[in-house]
Every structure is written in C-alpha cells, then in structure tokens.
C-alpha cells in the first residue's frame, strides 16, 4: 500500500473575492468629485472602474451659498472638467492692518494672469462638478453611508449602508475624500449631531490603519454670511487684520458688485455674541473693525459660525499602501490665505497623474504621497503661520507685522514668490 496516497491532501487555498471597484471614493464634494471626473477622462485611467460614494445627494447642496475662494491655479485644473458661470474674478488682493502701518498689494496684472483667483458658491461648484460627472462610466452611490474600512493584503473591504441595508464592498484602493470616512455603528442611531461622541472611535480607527494628525486649536470662530457695501470695489478681495483677527472679504458680485462674503474671525466669545446681535448692530461692529474702505456695511445674511483649527495628516497614506486622504479628509486649514480647497485640489489631481502612470496600486499612492509632500509643507506651513503670526494681540508684533507688508512692496522677487505659492503650488 502506497503511504503516500493515504496522507490527505492539503486543502486548496481559497481564491481571493473579486473586487466590486478598482478606487472607491467616498465623499462627494468637490474635491471628490474632480478626481472621479480626471479619471474618467483621462485614457490611461478609463477602464478602471471607479465608484463614488456619498450619504447626500448633490442637489442637496444646490442652495448652499457658502463662499469658496480658487485660485487661479484651481481653474485651470478644473476648467477642462466643470466651472461655475458666476464666479466673481478677483483682480486685485489688499492686504492691511486695522489701526497700523503696513500694507501690501498683488494685483493680477504683476503676473500676466486674468485673474488671481475666483469666489464662486459652493452650491454651483458642487452642480458643475456633478453634471460633468453624470454620464461618466463612474459607479456614484448616492444616500450610502461608509463604515470603517478593513484593509486587506491585496485591497480593502468597505461596509456600506444604503437604505437600510448594510453590504461589503471590495476596492483595490480607497479614497478618502470627506474627512468623515470613520463612522462607528454605534453612532448610526445617534441624534442630533451624526458625528457627536465619534471622534475618539474615528482617531482609534485611522491609527489603527497608520493615520497620524499634526493639530492645533487657534482659540478662534469664524463667522461668516454675505454683506453688502455702500462703495463698492469691484474684483478687490480684502484680507484686514485686526486685533482680534484677521477679516477677509470676497467679492461676489451682486447688483454693481456691491455683495462681499465675510469670513470674521475673533475670539470665541466675540463670534457668539456678535452671532446674536441683531442685523443693525452687526453691521455697525463691523464697521467699526474693518474702516471705511467701502463705505458703509449696509446689509447681511446667511450669518454662520465654526471654530478654527489645523488638522493635517503627516502622509497622504495609510492603510499599508491602500488608502490615500484628499481634500477635508487630508487637511483642514485656517481660512486666513484661501488654500483649503486648492490644496485639495492640488492633491487630487496628482493623485489621478499617479494613478494613470501605475494603475490602482499600493506603487501609484506611494509615487503619490512622494510627490504631494513639499507642496503640502510649504501650504501648510505658511497658512499655519500667517494664522498665528497676524492673531496676537501684542503690539511690537504688531509693528513687525507693518514691516513685513510693507517690505513685500520693496521686495518684488519674494511677493512674487508668495504669490505664486498661493495661486500655484508647488509642481514635482
């Protein structure tokens, strides 16, 4: 008798469950949105399949009136994809100090631009960007909610809901778009805030997956609306510090060009209590702060407040390769210099560059978090200290602040390079 043939054989290793996508985004925003549509229409990236998942519809946001800030940099990226046909151009950047010397000017023509960026709302951005990608070969999972990933050796399984019903979904890669993506089960029947007491479980998740965050709380609200003004500069765009922070004001157009979007930043306290005054006394506050520049503050709306932090992955990548953070779900920054959204931008776009040259693998979001970093760095960097450096109330700092603006004016070569940094970026 053959021993051999009596020795049972080993079972046969089972065969891998077949990928329901090769890259999953979720998060639909605009960020999102850009990168399922580069992918689309790019030939080396067209045959991958590509979902896009979200818990909200896009016409949900199709009212939202919130002012976006693009750079120039951020249109010619996305004008080949989607524009909005009222975006405002802004031609000219006044940069000042309430109450002390200092101010610096960048204006479009220094650079041959037509612009040096754009306000648009972010209703229009979001309904631009989801009618160039309906109609795509793009797999878009709407009202589906994204659990907390599992990553494979060769992909990740996502746990998704929609309508109730849970299921699994299999991706080479996962694109984190939404800054939201860990959401425990116990937080699906909460009330009121969905992502209230989630937090400690979404920070234990993304360590678990390799996320490490640099955060800092700046001890500022923003508040935020739309404003109009009796004098109106048209195409200017104001960025005013003052002693409790800084205040920008975007143009947006409106009836000659008289309609602003405001972003005040102050004091916690000061945000809550303005937030509750009534239209008048506002109006009068913010008068008082920003100057005469365009006259009279006449009207406001859309009044709206958020606490101001840093919140920025250290690496693009986690989840042993698997896993790459664009746009809110990467970093969130001060609004003080306008970067979050381009930033984002800048991200996604290099992310889909990778992803034509190595296909959906762990070699593209390496080659795509080598080549992000600087850029990153030097954005971060600088908007996290341009917040700190333009909200201290000290008066010596105050007087270095003057000269700074002011040797910008004397020192063409370094504007020119600030400037750039802030419309463009950094290429690798």
């Not at 041959?112 to 999972?141: F, N």
């Not at 030097?378 to 040797?407: E, K």
């Amino acid at each position: 008798m053959n021993a051999a043939a009596d020795t049972p054989e080993a079972p046969a290793p089972a065969p891998a469950a077949p990928f329901d996508y090769d890259i999953a985004i979720v998060g639909a925003g605009p960020v999102g949105m850009a990168l399922a549509g580069w992918l689309t229409r790019r030939s080396a990236t067209s045959t991958l399949s590509v979902a896009l998942i979200d818990a909200r519809e896009p016409e949900d946001s199709a009212g939202d009136p919130r002012a976006i800030a693009v750079s120039q940099g951020s249109r010619t990226l996305l004008e080949a994809l989607a524009w909005p046909h009222d975006a405002t151009a802004i031609e000219r950047i006044h940069v000042s100090q309430r109450g002390h010397f200092g101010r610096t000017l960048i204006d479009r023509h220094d650079y041959d631009l037509p612009a040096l960026g754009y306000v648009a709302r972010y209703g229009a951005i979001v309904q631009s960007l989801a009618q160039a990608v309906r109609g795509t070969p793009v797999h878009w999972l709407h009202r589906t909610e994204a659990l907390d990933p599992v990553v494979e050796d060769d992909g990740v399984t996502l746990p998704v809901i929609t309508a109730g019903i849970e299921r699994r979904l299999r991706t080479r890669i996962l694109v984190n778009a939404e800054g939201g993506l860990y959401r425990p089960r116990s937080d699906r029947a909460a009330h009121g805030d969905p992502d209230a007491g989630a937090h400690a479980a979404r920070e234990a998740a993304a360590e678990e997956n390799g996320e490490t965050r640099r955060t800092r709380d700046y001890g500022q609200t923003a508040l935020v609306g739309v404003v109009t003004v009796s004098a109106p500069q048209p195409h200017v765009a104001w960025e005013r510090f003052t002693r409790e922070g800084p205040i920008a004001l975007l143009p947006m157009g409106g009836v000659c060009g008289a309609d602003y979007a405001l972003v005040w930043c102050s004091s916690p306290d000061q945000a809550e209590r303005r937030a509750q005054l009534s239209d008048s006394a506002f109006l009068a506050e913010l008068d008082a702060a920003f100057g005469s520049r365009m006259g009279r503050f006449t009207q406001v709306h859309g009044r709206a407040a958020f606490p101001l932090g840093l919140s920025a992955l250290d690496t693009l990548v986690s989840g042993h390769g698997r896993i790459a953070a664009v746009g809110n779900a990467a970093q969130t920054l001060h609004p003080v210099a306008g970067q979050g959204l381009n930033l984002g931008l800048r991200d996604a776009h290099a992310l889909a560059d990778a992803f034509a040259q190595h296909g959906a693998s762990p070699l593209a979001l390496a080659d795509f978090a080598r080549r992000r970093a600087f850029d990153r760095r030097m954005t971060i960097g600088a908007t996290d200290t341009l917040a700190r450096l333009f909200t201290v109330d000290f008066a010596p700092l105050a007087t270095l602040r003057g000269l700074a603006l002011t040797a910008l004016e004397f020192a063409p070569p370094v504007k020119t390079a600030l400037a750039r940094q802030m419309m463009f970026g950094q290429r690798t």
